[in-house]
């Protein structure tokens, strides 16, 4: 069997796995997570065995539901096309899925109706894997609709709690209205240009914009950008990732908000070919920052452990569109680089307060404390995820981040526009204030004193653990060996999305490109001299081992290192003499000396934070209209 | 890469401008800092060797480890943050000798600065105890202080330097203040230069802007209940801290004045650093008293971060 073919099959596959759950995974839970895993290490082999033939050799798959080829020059039937760019994010996809679904075997066995579980899990999984792999903008639609919906679904899953009905019902209002919108925007296409083939709505809108199409672009761009939770659409995110089980989280910010962060790269890079503008360049930016900063701040004040991870999710999705944004290739180089991190990094959080949940049954910060004693395997775990999402070297997210800096820097440098230096600063100083809420989480929860009624707590079984132990591999993985992750995913991704020319070629028939005047941009001005890691990593053994032996050394009759319990008062914790034990300080009190500094700051938000949904779905319209005018105001 | 290659490497790394160098110059500084200081208060003060005479003597203490301790963390913090310091060390240049050099310089340093106040907080919230608790907060809130102007300076510098380029190396920084006079010498640059002299206490933790370790009222922080040899890192910590801070300074503000020979170069790098340890540490420390934590963010954020922004305008309107 040709390899063209798997696309279609791998997203089939989680589609029947959904649909045979329905009907044989009633009773049984060994059917149930058979055919889960099945049908995801299905997905994922498939997509896996494309690597070699789209990414490192370049072809571009294209494949027409049906053999509905195109007729004079118009595409009519539905069109799968997979060139590097829908291949990065769909193995993003696969990977997120098998993990969450291994991770899920354990950690919903305690829940009732699992059936429904499994089935919205893979429909889930389908959609998204659907979205990145079509070629259709309709299609793109109704895979978006099925995400949204199957999203609602696993949103309010465990309706035994506080608020998931309530965050089920924030995400279903805010998420339809931004489908309305991308729908809107495709109407308004079908009814310009006569197709809804991505390729070649690429070739006739490539600089040849009327005010319908722009205003089907400033729609779309607004549709998808509440798919990817930016501020000011990002309300139903963090209700949503907070209250659904953490299997779902993980899945949430790794692939349902890379799938409209994709759909932007997508719309901006290749259907309309409107990245050039200094206008568009202007609009991500700016919305990129200020997601980046409102997203960090608010996760500052939080005192969920999800709640927090949540909002820290859409302050990382901030630097992929600001990055993209820049619409250098420097840039999107940054910005495909800290989607993929912030899918692992961000996962295994995820995956980490799952564990915490689990075992403890809260994720309240102010509840929690002294768990890396019960729990080192989620401890070590949540540090290498914390130190990757505060860019810390060696870790993933500071080789990311470093592009990112260095490419919005260079475009201040090279424009000489003031509001990009503006925007290295705020990504800078977002940094370290991410730094500052997870040694928030790390003191809240794993440090510090055990309260009394954890004292029973036990680490979590090996199945889910598994996951979580993989994506810190990977997270360390990735920075260190950021080249082969250059050489053999973002390159190749970079050059899919400036080089729009084969795309299209390779879906309409050679030469349309050219007979359309489709020009593209040449992938130019990298250059990627940063810190060779190889160098560093021997250098950090070295002198780790000096460090090691000077200590090993210094080990003599006296100075040994010496355990004892907590009865003897020479281990005990020093309390000034109180007979009293002090409180652990931890959770919202953390960060006090910087709260009252920022008291108007954090009053302003929390009153826009109201939980109304009203006043969100306000939100979104306003935006939604701001995006119209200034897109008819500066991109004429 | 051959053995001599090799060793050369190992001999920059374990000797100069790494370990051996970095943790001597650091004692030499924290040693002049403290005897600086008393003779400015009118005592005698201890001998300039006393740091490491401390450092020596730590190493020979037990290390308890406290019950309520993650003892892995609690033991491996203070080496992490060690470690950070000695590859920084190698990440600045004696002027024009350098021991790697890559575009990315810059925001290396400023990344890997972090680290070993990371491992501060890392470790002291490891160790259980509230007072590290407070402690650690307070470090996290000055880290955050300071950090805007540092990274506006770093800027700054960037911009001055390669003019409509990229240019975040602090080799190329050093080769171009060669050529152009050094950058403390060009009147856009002194705010900036005085923002960075406000940094570095804040960055190694002296007075007034010690509140993370506040020996008065938090028992040193972080550090309550650390003792024997991971006390002697974190002091030792401190002290490197101090080198690498004021070395950066130099390299920044006055690159431009190397002689083409390594050792006089090293003479001069460390005069400058001993004055720049004066300046903004042993002088401020003797006239200030310890700000609150609130104070001193508000600080940071805008006076530190007003004049560096400043600097910042100006060069960006071509001066």
């Known amino acids: 069997m040709s390899y063209v073919h798997f696309p279609v099959i791998a997203v089939m596959t989680l589609f029947m796995g959904a649909f045979l759950t329905v009907v044989l995974g009633k009773h049984s839970r060994a059917v149930r997570s058979f055919l889960a895993i099945a049908a995801s290490g299905i997905a994922f082999v498939l997509i896996a065995m494309l690597v070699k033939p789209v990414l490192i050799d370049g072809e571009i798959i294209s494949y027409w539901m049906g053999n509905w080829n195109p007729v004079n020059g118009y595409a009519i039937g539905i069109g799968y096309e997979v060139d590097q760019l829908g291949m990065f994010f769909a193995l993003l996809v696969v990977s997120t899925i098998l993990l969450s679904a291994v991770y899920s075997l354990r950690y919903i066995e305690r829940d009732s109706s699992q059936e429904f579980y499994y089935v919205l899990f893979l429909m889930l999984s389908g959609s998204v894997l659907g979205l990145v792999l079509t070629g259709d903008v309709f299609n793109m639609f109704i895979m978006i609709e099925i995400m949204t919906f199957t999203a609602v679904g696993l949103t309010a899953f465990r309706n035994t709690g506080f608020g998931s009905v309530e965050a089920a019902f924030k995400y279903l209002v805010i998420g339809s209205i931004g489908s309305s919108f991308t729908l809107f925007g495709i109407a308004i296409l079908y009814g310009q240009c006569h197709t809804l083939n991505m390729a070649q709505l690429s070739a006739m809108l490539s600089g040849n914009h009327s005010p319908a199409t722009l205003m089907a672009f400033a729609l779309m761009f607004t549709g998808l950008a509440v798919k990817s939770y930016i501020v000011p659409f990002h309300t139903p995110a963090a209700d949503a990732y907070t209250t659904a089980p953490s299997s779902i989280s993980m899945v949430f910010s790794g692939m349902v908000n890379k799938a409209g962060v994709y759909g932007i790269i997508r719309l901006v890079y290749i259907i309309f070919r409107t990245m050039d503008i200094p206008a568009v360049q202007t609009l991500m930016v700016i919305f990129g920052a200020v997601t980046m900063f409102i997203g960090v701040t608010m996760a500052l004040a939080q005192h969920d452990f999800k709640r927090l991870l949540a909002f820290h999710s859409i302050s990382q999705i901030g630097y992929v569109i600001t990055a993209v944004g820049l619409c250098t290739s420097l840039g999107l180089t940054g910005g495909l680089f800290h989607a993929m991190n912030h899918t692992l990094f961000k996962g295994l959080l995820f995956l980490c307060a799952g564990a915490v949940l689990r075992a403890t049954g809260t994720t309240n910060l102010d509840q929690l404390g002294g768990l890396s004693k019960k729990m080192p395997a989620t401890t070590v775990c949540f540090l290498i995820g914390a130190f990757s999402i505060s860019g810390l070297p060696p870790f993933n997210g500071f080789a990311s981040k470093w592009l990112v800096y260095q490419a919005a820097y260079d475009k201040a440098v090279t424009t000489g526009n003031f509001l990009y230096v503006f925007v290295t600063i705020v990504a800078?100083?977002?940094?370290?204030?991410?730094?500052?809420?997870?040694?928030?989480?790390?003191?809240?929860?794993?440090?510090?004193?055990?309260?009394?009624?954890?004292?029973?707590?036990?680490?979590?079984?090996?199945?889910?653990?598994?996951?979580?132990?993989?994506?810190?591999?990977?997270?360390v993985l990735s920075g260190v060996f950021y080249n082969f992750v250059d050489k053999y995913l973002l390159v190749p991704a970079v050059s899919a999305a400036l080089g729009v020319s084969r795309y299209i070629d390779s879906m309409m028939g050679s030469g349309y490109a050219a007979e359309k005047c489709v020009t593209d941009i040449q992938a130019s001005g990298v250059h990627f001299s940063y810190w060779n890691p190889m160098v560093w990593l021997a250098l950090f053994v070295i002198v780790l081992c000096a460090a090691c032996l000077c200590i090993l050394t210094s080990k003599g009759s006296r100075g040994e290192i010496l355990e004892g319990d907590g009865e003897d008062g020479k281990y005990a914790t020093f309390f000034s003499g109180e007979k009293a034990l002090p409180s652990h300080v931890g959770g919202s009190d953390l960060f006090w000396g910087f709260k009252t500094d920022w008291k108007g700051y954090f009053n302003i938000m929390e009153g826009l934070h109201s939980g109304v949904v009203n006043d969100y779905a306000l939100y979104v319209v306003a935006a939604a209209a701001i995006v119209v005018v200034f897109t008819f105001m500066f991109m004429r | 890469m051959d053995i001599t290659g090799a060793l050369y490497i190992l001999f920059k790394i374990l000797i100069f401008p790494g370990l051996l160098f970095a943790v001597v110059i650091g004692l030499f500084l924290a040693g002049l800092d403290r005897k600086l200081l008393a003779r400015m208060q009118k005592r005698v003060g201890p001998p300039l060797r006393q740091p490491l005479f401390d450092f020596l003597k730590l190493l020979g203490k037990e290390t308890i480890v406290p019950h309520a301790a993650n003892k892995t963390v609690y033991l491996a913090a203070p080496v992490v943050g060690f470690t950070a310091l000695i590859v920084l060390a190698l990440f600045i240049p004696v002027f024009g000798y350098s021991t790697f050099s890559g575009n990315g310089d810059l925001i290396v340093i400023l990344y890997l600065l972090t680290i070993p106040a990371v491992a501060l907080i890392v470790g002291g919230s490891s160790s259980g105890s509230p007072y590290a608790g407070i402690g650690i907060s307070r470090e996290m809130v000055t880290m955050m202080s300071y950090e805007l102007p540092l990274v506006v300076v770093l800027l700054t510098v960037a911009r001055k330097v390669g003019g409509s380029a990229l240019c975040f190396s602090l080799g190329d920084i050093v080769s171009w203040q060669a050529e152009n006079g050094c950058l403390a010498f060009h009147p856009a640059m002194i705010p900036a230069l005085l923002a960075m002299l406000l940094v570095i206490p804040a960055e190694v933790g002296t007075q007034p802007f010690d509140v993370a370790e506040a020996e008065t009222e938090i028992c040193e922080g972080p550090l309550i209940e650390y003792s024997g040899a991971p006390l002697a890192v974190f002091k030792l910590n401190t002290a490197v801290k101090m080198f690498i801070m004021t070395a950066l300074f130099a390299n920044l503000f006055f690159g431009g004045i190397e002689t083409g020979y390594v050792a006089l170069d090293a003479v001069i790098m460390v005069a400058i650093c001993a004055l720049v340890t004066f300046f903004s540490m042993t002088l401020i420390h003797a006239v200030t008293a310890r700000l609150k934590i609130e104070h001193l963010f508000k600080f940071y954020w805008t006076v530190v971060a007003g004049l560096a922004a400043l600097s910042l305008i100006l060069v960006w309107v071509g001066l």
């Open chain 1, 428 to 475: 800078l100083i977002v940094s370290v204030m991410t730094l500052a809420s997870f040694i928030k989480v790390t003191q809240a929860a794993f440090f510090g004193q055990l309260p009394e009624r954890l004292k029973d707590v036990e680490e979590v079984p090996f199945l889910m653990q598994l996951p979580m132990w993989i994506m810190s591999a990977l997270c």
